[in-house]
């Protein structure tokens, strides 16, 4: 990953082919996937992702992985820095992975908390997943956290007192990637 992201190794997936991304683009003028940067970059100057994360999207939400899965050598680990959840194989793909590295704390991002709330009524949540609800409602803060959730991050378009985001790596930081900050806010970084 780069810019805020550097230094966390991370799953991506094709945000230009996910049906749930695309309707959120086009639909919600209110919500950040209006603007998604996932979207600008894959289309400009990540465009040479788009067959790697196509893989990735085809692979996750195909069918249940089988072994070896893959092994991280990293104490955290981003799924979908790029991306959304396809479907419930996508994240279950997400919950083998977090299993099979007991060692690595991975950090999802997510707006489908039904999808989550499906499958976690069936499975168990692994100790070192934390689950981050993405609010795709701009400049609506919210502490509201759906069942399963650590964390809610929101992002608004003016400075606001409750930033506790931005201007920092990730890496620097690791409130996303750690228990504790249950809040996050993020100042909308305007594109060139």
């Not at 230094?7 to 049906?19: F, H, K, Q, R, V």
């Not at 003028?29 to 940067?37: A, L, R, S, V």
């Not at 788009?50 to 981003?78: H, T």
Request: proline share 4%; hydrophobic share 30%.
């Amino acid at each position: 990953m780069t810019g805020k992201l550097v230094e966390i190794p991370a799953i991506n997936t094709n945000t230009l082919t996910n049906e749930f991304c695309q309707k959120m683009h086009s639909s919600c003028e209110k919500c950040i996937c209006w603007d998604c940067y996932s979207y600008a970059m894959l289309e400009g100057s990540r465009k040479n992702c788009q067959p790697a994360w196509q893989l990735n999207s085809d692979i996750l939400s195909g069918g249940l992985l089988g072994y070896p899965l893959p092994q991280f050598n990293s104490l955290y680990v981003r799924f979908d820095g790029h991306g959304e959840l396809i479907n419930e194989t996508h994240f279950i793909n997400y919950l083998l992975i977090t299993e099979h590295n007991p060692k690595s704390t991975f950090s999802l991002f997510t707006k489908r908390h039904k999808l989550v709330k499906r499958v976690l009524e069936t499975r168990k949540k692994p100790q070192n997943l934390i689950l981050v609800y993405s609010n795709p409602i701009v400049d609506r803060i919210t502490d509201k956290k759906p069942q399963y959730f650590n964390k809610v991050f929101n992002t608004t378009t003016e400075k606001s007192t409750q930033d506790n985001c931005t201007g920092r790596k990730c890496i620097e930081c690791l409130a996303c990637y750690t228990h504790g900050t249950d809040t996050l806010v993020e100042l909308k970084k305007a594109r060139s």
